[in-house]
């Protein structure tokens, strides 16, 4: 009998662990954000779900659709949750404070006890707080708000948060500095200041080209440069333990990663090299044959250069492994990167375009391309370190254009803490355009914010202080004018108060000289290798790619991705400015995607001439 109670006594036992540890399980996992999942997804676990553990479910919902910024389904949810336990109800707060930051409205902080809070939680609180102080301007709360989200973020998010903070404290004045309280104990907030009186101080005066010739323009330039740079190490050398140190490589201008080894590598070059994007694909196996020209100190690569529009990727894939390959460099077209990553080969993949990114592959694969959106999010990084608070897209009423402004829109709100938003408004064809200026219908400076789920979104605003184009050139030779139209004065010179800013898809090698006077002020962006185009870079550019910029760019990338290939052992996710790239200076986000910040310019309107200065 004692032996039946016993054994009896050890079934109950385990059946309870077994029970117990399924429902730590399903409370983990139900409490989990992934950042990959989105809406939908979180909806269905809803759907199979029962009691807690469909009410932690129904918040990470919330959490997905305001991430979405469908802010009414979210609302409609989260009214429906009532008899919540503790963590449930703070989670349910963090959620109305977060879509209270989203939709302009006020919420109370002080419902939450951070004592309650795990830090995960406490970072999304202080981007709460840091998103009502920035609204408010209260300078010194953001300041201490930046360090303290920097304490509870992840690794990941750490990256972001840095960069961040340095560009808000970049952005202050000496008075604002000096407003800032700094206790003794605060080392790191003091770091951050003494960081920014660095850039105040050394900041380089500009010389009038008048007053000197270029040699002696460009030698000062590089003496003022040298000054600054000397003067941030000196800082480092106060600071050796301080969250920027991540920086001083982009800082000084040094490149934090190296050739992975001085032994030639064999890289597979998948490009498109008949068919119609031939010469897209040949523009950049140009690129990347002659990047050894421009950086003959780099290690030579065993190039095997494959047409993707001559097999499957299946037997490309296969070629390469028969030929013990170490590398793919491509493919380039979307529907072959896709199909790349599908297969997952065991040959490490760096990809020419980028995809649907949710799900990881099993084997190492890295994204590069030229993308109008990582364009316009460098677009948003630039116009915000320039104190502008609220910007005006102008995009084509197209599937690109959509995605253009919703590139903008997410960086603009991660670099203003959603204390402000952005705005957009659609134009359709050159055509429509051109009929409608011959009517003197001007362009109006008013839009309707990018995300606009919500009630609260409705409407169009106006009062913009800056005004991002995304236009080819001859979009651009009539919005130019209509916008001056529209506002019944010229927009975006030294007189506006609205400054003007182009993406690179309007400039041309060969602009009028109407152009350049209409345009006269506004800044633009492109790549360094075009800005920077000396006679003697010239020289080793083919003739046929020299005078048509949409082709050196592509050019460029080929170089861009030779330099990336040698560097790939060491190619990881979240690495800032880490290469000082032909197509800009080069840093990594989220899964290894490679992402440019380009130069910036300033069209300067000369008579009898055209010409462009550098603004930066």
């Not at 959620?95 to 939450?112: H, M, P, R, W």
Request: charged fraction near 20%.
């Amino acid at each position: 009998m004692k032996l039946k109670q016993s054994l009896y006594a050890i079934v109950i036992l385990a059946l309870y662990a077994l029970l117990v540890g399924c429902t730590l399980n399903i409370s983990k996992k139900s409490s989990d954000f992934d950042e990959t999942k989105d809406s939908a997804y979180y909806l269905s676990q809803v759907d199979s779900a029962t009691g807690s553990a469909k009410t932690n479910w129904q918040l990470l919902a919330v959490r997905a659709l305001v991430k979405e910024n469908k802010i009414s389904q979210a609302k409609s949810i989260l009214s429906q949750l009532t008899d919540l336990n503790v963590a449930q109800q703070n989670e349910k707060l963090l959620l109305l404070g977060e879509i209270a930051v989203k939709t302009g409205k006020s919420f109370d902080l002080n419902q939450l006890n951070v004592k309650e809070l795990n830090n995960r939680q406490l970072y999304r609180y202080y981007s709460i707080k840091l998103a009502f102080d920035a609204k408010s301007k209260n300078i010194n709360q953001q300041a201490h708000d930046y360090i303290d989200l920097e304490i509870f973020a992840t690794d990941q998010q750490r990256k972001q948060v840095i960069h961040n903070t340095f560009n808000f404290f970049k952005k202050l004045t000496k008075n604002q500095l000096s407003s800032i309280s700094v206790y003794d104990n605060e080392t790191t907030l003091q770091g951050w200041v003494d960081l920014a009186f660095v850039f105040l101080n050394n900041r380089p005066v500009p010389v009038k080209q008048d007053d000197e010739n270029g040699q002696a323009i460009a030698a000062n330039a590089q003496n003022q440069n040298a000054i600054l740079i000397q003067a941030i190490k000196d800082w480092a050398m106060r600071y050796p333990d301080h969250p920027a140190k991540l920086l001083i490589p982009s800082l000084t201008g040094e490149e934090s990663i190296s050739v992975d080894n001085a032994n030639a590598k064999k890289v597979a070059l998948l490009l498109p090299l008949n068919g119609s994007s031939r010469i897209f694909g040949n523009t950049i196996r140009q690129g990347y044959v002659d990047a050894i020209k421009f950086y003959p100190q780099e290690p030579q690569q065993d190039m095997v250069i494959l047409d993707t529009s001559s097999a499957p990727m299946e037997s490309l894939i296969q070629q390469a492994q028969d030929q013990n390959v170490q590398l793919i460099v491509g493919p380039l077209l979307k529907d072959n990167v896709t199909k790349i990553k599908q297969l997952s080969p065991s040959i490490p993949v760096l990809a020419l375009n980028k995809v649907d990114n949710s799900v990881a592959t099993t084997n190492k694969m890295c994204y590069f391309a030229l993308s109008p959106e990582d364009e316009a999010i460098d677009a948003a990084n630039h116009i915000y370190a320039q104190n502008k608070t609220r910007p005006l897209l102008l995009v084509p009423q197209t599937d690109l254009g959509r995605r253009v402004a919703q590139s903008f829109a997410k960086q603009w709100s991660q670099l203003s803490a959603n204390s402000s938003q952005a705005y957009v408004q659609y134009f359709a064809n050159a055509s429509s355009l051109r009929a409608n200026m011959n009517r003197n219908v001007g362009i109006r400076l008013t839009g309707s914010p990018v995300f606009a789920d919500d009630a609260s979104y409705a409407g169009s605003a106006s009062g913009f202080d800056a005004v991002y184009v995304y236009a080819s050139y001859d979009e651009m030779t009539l919005i130019k004018p209509m916008l001056d139209m529209g506002a019944g004065k010229t927009v975006g010179n030294a007189s506006s108060s609205v400054l003007l800013y182009s993406s690179s898809k309007s400039h041309t090698a060969n602009r009028s000289n109407d152009f350049n006077y209409d345009m006269n002020q506004t800044e633009y962006a492109d790549i360094p290798m075009i800005v920077n185009l000396s006679d003697s870079m010239t020289t080793m550019v083919p003739g046929n790619i020299q005078k048509d910029y949409s082709l050196l760019r592509l050019y460029a990338m080929g170089i861009d991705a030779w330099r990336l290939a040698n560097r790939f052992n060491q190619l990881d996710s979240y690495q800032a400015d880490f290469l000082n790239g032909m197509t800009g200076k080069l840093s990594t986000s989220n899964q290894c995607e490679v992402t440019r910040s380009l130069s910036w310019q300033q069209y300067a309107y000369v008579a009898a001439s055209t010409n462009t200065t550098n603004e930066e």
